[in-house]
């Protein structure tokens, strides 16, 4: 599956952004699907992760409350709708597909495909 992220930009902190994830492929409901972000100079790491039939989430500690992730299987697209954010959410966000087990969600290496980032800036 190709994937493709949009919707990041500049924002007061405070304020939302929502990013989406248009996926390519007949087979896009097999995938579970993730978002990751990348800080300057750290690592990058996970952010959320959304089950097949959507029926399951999860969340990064420094996210919960604050993001939600949801997909629309009929437009093969995956949202991150980000409230609140903060200065310490810039990053570089990125979404991921995993044809793997939901118990592996955080871990980045079972996302086979990934979309090409976009950028989240919050200024303080």
């Known amino acids: 599956v190709q994937l493709q992220a949009s919707g990041g930009g500049l924002v007061q902190a405070g304020g939302s952004l929502r990013l989406s994830c248009a996926a390519s492929?007949?087979?896009?409901?097999?995938?579970?699907m993730g978002w990751f972000r990348q800080a300057p100079g750290k690592e990058r790491e996970f952010v959320a992760a959304?089950?097949?039939?959507?029926?399951?989430?999860d969340y990064a500690d420094s996210v919960k409350g604050r993001f939600t992730i949801s997909r629309d299987n009929a437009k093969n697209t995956v949202f991150l709708q980000m409230n609140s954010l903060k200065p310490e959410d810039t990053a570089v966000y990125y979404c991921?597909?995993?044809?793997?087990?939901?118990?592996?969600?955080?871990?980045?290496?079972?996302?086979?495909?990934w979309g090409q980032g976009t950028q989240v800036t919050v200024s303080s």
């Open positions: 991921a597909a995993s044809i793997s087990i939901w118990g592996l969600r955080g871990r980045e290496a079972v996302y086979s495909s």
């Open positions: 492929g007949r087979t896009y409901n097999r995938y579970v």
């Open positions: 959304l089950s097949r039939n959507g029926g399951s989430t």
